[in-house]
């Protein structure tokens, strides 16, 4: 019994000293087929800290991401740890929690430029300028599907370029869970376009119905390719998509 015992030691020992020189390439190898739309280059380091020189989602590159993970936790099937991306287009930190069919986030800051989002919108005329920032204070994702999400998401120097081009100021959209879905609620900060609307996503469904108005004469233009003409001369934006899985 106590050579079995000591036996049963040193395979624990042998399986957490693999578990922790384990390198993070050898495991994004294993693993990226599960989420097709990111892509990592020069990924370094070991699988509970590293680093990956290059982090791309659908061929748009964003930067340099880092993690760092409870090596404890992971032996148990879970990861617990902290996740950034820098030095891009895009900057984003958040806590993580993850097994393999719920991932939640707490604590996530987002910022982007606002022409990442074009292809949810698929709307070919349009060009989305500005810089877009996102505070959360719960994400959650089951099966890859967005679940829950509580915060808000503020698009600074709010802009759309087309056949015409305008400057419309800002926009927030705090969002919340309602029932089965998500609710987003958008107003604007001021400035020349008056906006007002929500957006529901409903496991991958997406609709979103914005009233667009002009307080300036110099953005009716502008408004005149977007959405559908009401009769005081705004335009109501409905859009209806759906949310690809993340993994």
Do not use: H
Not at 107 to 129: F, H, M, Q, W, Y
Not at 151 to 175: P, T
Not at 196 to 220: K, M, P, S
């Amino acid at each position: 019994m106590k050579k079995l015992l000591i036996a049963l030691v040193l395979i624990v020992v042998v399986l957490a000293l693999a578990w922790w020189s384990l390198p993070a390439e050898t495991v994004w190898s294993r693993v990226s087929t599960q989420v097709p739309l990111v892509k990592l280059q020069g990924v370094t380091g070991r699988i509970w800290q590293g680093q990956a020189q290059g982090v791309s989602v659908r061929a748009i590159p964003l930067g340099a991401a880092t993690w760092s993970f409870s090596p404890v936790s992971g032996l148990s099937g879970r990861a617990e740890g902290t996740l950034k991306l820098s030095g891009g287009t895009a900057q984003f930190e958040t806590q993580v929690k993850a097994d393999r069919q719920l991932v939640t986030l707490a604590g996530t800051k987002v910022s982007l430029p606002a022409n990442l989002l074009e292809p949810a919108l698929d709307i070919p005329a349009l060009r989305l300028l500005g810089t877009i920032d996102i505070e959360a204070s719960e994400v959650m994702l089951e099966q890859g599907v967005l679940k829950r999400a509580q915060g808000f998401m503020q698009w600074q120097d709010l802009g759309v370029s087309g056949l015409a081009e305008a400057r419309l100021g800002g926009v927030r959209m705090d969002f919340a869970p309602d029932g089965d879905s998500i609710l987003g609620t958008v107003r604007d900060l001021g400035g020349p376009l008056a906006i007002d609307g929500t957006i529901r996503l409903t496991g991958q469904i997406f609709v979103a119905e914005i009233n667009l108005d002009a307080r300036d004469e110099a953005v009716r233009e502008a408004l005149l390719y977007i959405g559908q003409r009401k009769p005081n001369g705004g335009s109501l934006l409905r859009v209806e998509g759906t949310v690809e899985k993340l993994f």
